[in-house]
């Protein structure tokens, strides 16, 4: 830094905030000393950075599965986000299991994180507490817990379940079931949404019609088919399904199709997250698009605030819309 701030006649605290695209560095300047670090192959020390500053520039994302491409969808809106702001990304999976995901936390708390965020598999808060102590600010993403005031980003889920359910009655079915998800607040809220909606409509909520798939994520296609084929088995048979998420309706479809039975003539299905590979199934799945994407881009631009904000600042909760995808499965003849 000494050598890039003689050749260009500036002092080395202007080649430190160059480096560190600080915005009271001109855009010119920023340049020049750019290429002179080009041209002198130098690159920082960010182990001895962070001893000086006490950050590290790297933020760590816990999240349930990698596999299901709704939360790489959100790492890469992240990643983004950081990507121009000189932060790194630090992700684990904690294959939806509470204590592989406390040993994930642990662990990125170990390499200094400066702020962590997470899609938490945790039944309570407990695990929070822990963070908290260790006043590390953190975001919860995607997944929330009831009266816990944290910072979140995210959709409202029962408005998840309204649109979804409210479609289906729209298309003409009357006796709609609904595979949902474990302990999390997505399944929870999701549930909620389907049962207020229907009740708003006068139809009947049928308590044999609400099933939990084991997996949500993992084997979610296997848990939605399991799951669909006892519901297909019943005297009275759904005429429509709504899926807690895509890799369980992808299950339900197969079980559907498997029996028999017409997508969506006999049974229209839908599902959540609208994941790239949708409209391409055997049966183009309609979908609630919960906008992925940009919850890490707005997740990605909260931690910044929160690693730079000079005192600590009241949780921020950032609800995005979601939208209704129409596709095939749920196209029925009127």
Known sequence: MKDIARDLGVSVITVSK?????????????????????????SPNLAARALVTGRTHLMGLVVPDLVHSFFAEI?????????????????????????????????????????????SAQENVDAFQHVTEKKVPYILVDRSFSGFAANFVGVKD??????????LISAGCRTIAHIGGTHISTAAGRLEG?????????????????????????????AGYQTAMKLLSLDLRPDGIFCF???????AMKA?????LRIPEDVALIGCGNLHFDDALRVPLSSVDQRSEMIGQR??????????AEFPVRPKSIFLEPKLVIRESSKRPR
């Not at 939806?96 to 990125?108: I, R």
């Open 18 to 42: 160059a480096l560190r695209n600080h915005s009271d560095i001109s855009p010119e300047t920023r340049a020049r000393v750019l290429k002179r670090a080009r041209e002198l192959n130098y």
């Open 75 to 119: 790492a890469k809106g992240l990643s983004g986000i950081l990507r121009n702001s000189g932060y790194s990304l630090l992700i684990s999976s904690s294959e939806e299991n509470p204590e592989l995901e406390k040993q994930a936390v642990d662990q990125l708390l170990g390499r200094g994180v400066d702020v962590l965020l997470v899609a």
């Open 158 to 167: 029962e408005t998840v379940g309204a649109l979804a359910t409210e479609h």
């Open 194 to 222: 389907y049962r207020r909606t229907l009740s708003q409509h006068g139809i009947l909520v049928r308590p044999e019609y609400i099933v939990s798939a084991d997996k949500s994520d993992e084997s979610a296609d296997n």
């Open 245 to 251: 998420n895509d890799p369980v309706a992808i299950g």
């Open 256 to 260: 559907i199709l498997e029996s028999g």
């Open 299 to 308: 997740a990605g631009r909260l931690a910044i605030s929160l690693i730079e």
